[in-house]
Nanobody, 123 residues
Framework: QVQLVESGGGLVQAGASLSVSCAASGRSFSNYAMGWFRQAPGKEREFVAGISRSGGITYYANSVKGRFTISRDNAKNTVYLQMNSLKPEDTAVYYC????????????????WGQGTQVTVSS
């Protein structure tokens, strides 16, 4: 069992930066590949970024590539999402998730989810 708790969301203006974090507890964090997803009102949850167990491989949705950076610190059991040049369309609840295997982009591949943190970008 893995418990995930996101933090760091908030309200920012377009063009600003924000970092969100996800702290994990429970079974060995380094056994899990991690991902960030987001869900805007009335829309399906969508993949944002993913990172391998060691942190050596990262994946990004086209909509955030070049603006967002995912990273992890296995010693601190934490995964981060640094978001730069934020746009109003980035407004959503951001979720972190952990998976053992499966497709990095697919919500169904993830075994554990956090409760989410709200990110709001004003124009």
């Amino acid at each position: 069992q893995v418990q995930l708790v996101e933090s760091g969301g908030g309200l920012v203006q377009a063009g600003a930066s924000l970092s969100v974090s996800c702290a994990a507890s429970g079974r060995s964090f380094s056994n899990y590949a991690m991902g960030w997803f987001r869900q805007a009102p009335g829309k399906e949850r969508e993949f944002v970024a993913g990172i391998s167990r060691s942190g050596g491989i990262t994946y990004y949705a086209n909509s955030v590539k070049g603006r967002f950076t995912i990273s992890r610190d296995n010693a601190k059991n934490t995964v981060y999402l640094q978001m730069n040049s934020l746009k109003p369309e980035d407004t959503a609840v951001y979720y972190c998730a952990a998976r053992i295997s499966g497709q990095v982009y697919s919500t169904s591949a993830y075994d554990y989810w956090g409760q989410g943190t709200q990110v709001t970008v004003s124009s």
